[in-house]
């Protein structure tokens, strides 16, 4: 009896080697992705934000490429991420309120997408709730005026019945069984490659193009104290990024609807602070601010220059509030669109690595 449990043992545990190795043969290793960072990124910015839980992978990339614009992860199949984030507009939405799958409004305007690997606090949305861009991506695919769907069991139930997905996900992380953690991973990997970096502008930077004197100008009232003031929320050319990331009352209103930072916080001191948009792709990006209430840059710049509106958590850097605002003249209200401008990127909008294939 002893001998035949002893042999029953032995042909267990080499079976069960054998089925090991056999799996660990035929596992897919995923192809590390070789992110390319701008070269004013690699010499201005520290490293970019990749989580060691979600390393940025050829498959991984690919699906959550596949995935951003697929209408699969609507609840009737008629809206992708692509819908709301439309890669001609920075993938920003030229609406100033996207419309769901319902037909009904969002309550913000679409944030442009680029750089995020580079948002050091990682937090995302106008307010920023949702730390961290896997936790970002799970939210539009439930909620009712994006793509609808009651919960997520729905969604995942139509990636594992789906030909192509199951297969996709095992070369990307090693399983067939679809969840929506893997699902937000992979679109992260896609948004942390998009990366816009080759304006008029950065040109400049690098030597590789002059700005014209009215551009010149545009510059100096974009770095003046005494004129823009822009630069404190909106970069410069230490910070590419063109946004600080940060939460501020820019004084848009007397009183608030939307309570912004506020409303996530629960601090009255937070109260009308919404996240500083970038400033490059401006070109593209129609309509401006977090409620999409500008058309133009024009209007925009007319906010800064005589809009201002004192309310109680109006940020300090609105130093001129008293006065309405900065009182730029015409001639350097124009020279500062003209600058504003040069930070556009049309090679981004036009990039093959950023459109659906």
């Not at 009712?144 to 297969?167: I, M």
Request: charged share 20%; hydrophobic share 35%.
């Amino acid at each position: 009896m002893r001998y035949w449990i002893t042999l029953c043992s032995i042909i267990l545990v080499v079976l069960s080697c054998s089925k090991t190795d056999e799996t660990s043969q035929n596992a897919y290793v995923p192809i590390p992705y070789q992110l390319e960072i701008p070269p004013l990124f690699e010499e201005k910015l520290i490293d970019p934000i990749i989580p060691i839980n979600n390393p940025l992978t050829v498959e991984g990339v690919s699906l959550g490429k596949r995935l951003f614009f697929d209408n699969i992860l609507s609840i009737d199949n008629s809206k992708a991420c692509a819908s709301c984030h439309l890669p001609q507009n920075a993938f920003s939405d030229p609406n100033q309120l996207s419309i769901g799958v319902s037909g009904g409004l969002g309550s913000r305007n679409s944030m442009p997408l680029f750089n995020l690997a580079w948002n050091f606090d990682d937090k995302y949305f106008w307010d920023g709730h949702a730390l961290g861009l896997e936790q970002q991506a799970l939210e539009p695919v439930i909620d009712p005026n994006e793509l609808g769907n009651l919960d997520w069991s729905t969604v995942e139930q139509k990636l594992n019945n789906h030909p192509e997905y199951p297969t996709l996900f095992n070369q990307a992380f090693g399983t067939s069984t679809i969840t929506k953690e893997l699902v937000s991973k992979a679109i992260a990997q896609f948004e942390r490659i998009i990366i816009s970096a080759n304006s008029k502008f950065d040109k400049f930077l690098n030597g590789q193009a002059t700005l014209t004197p009215q551009e010149q100008n545009g510059f100096d009232v974009f770095m003046d104290e005494e004129r823009g003031d822009c630069f404190h929320c909106h970069g410069n050319p230490n910070n590419p990024l063109w946004t600080d990331n940060q939460f501020h009352n820019n004084g848009l209103d007397a009183s608030f609807t939307d309570l912004g930072l506020g409303q996530v916080t629960g601090n009255p001191n937070d109260n009308g602070k919404f996240r500083s948009p970038s400033l490059r792709n401006l070109a593209y990006t129609a309509p401006y601010m977090h409620d999409g209430r500008f058309t133009t840059l024009d209007q925009v710049i007319e906010q800064y220059s005589t809009g201002l509106k004192a309310s109680s958590t109006i940020d300090p850097l609105m130093k001129k509030v008293d006065q309405g605002g900065v009182n730029l003249s015409n001639q350097d209200k124009a020279d500062l669109k003209a600058f504003l401008l040069t930070l556009s990127d049309p090679s981004f909008i036009n990039n093959p690595a950023f459109l659906p294939q």
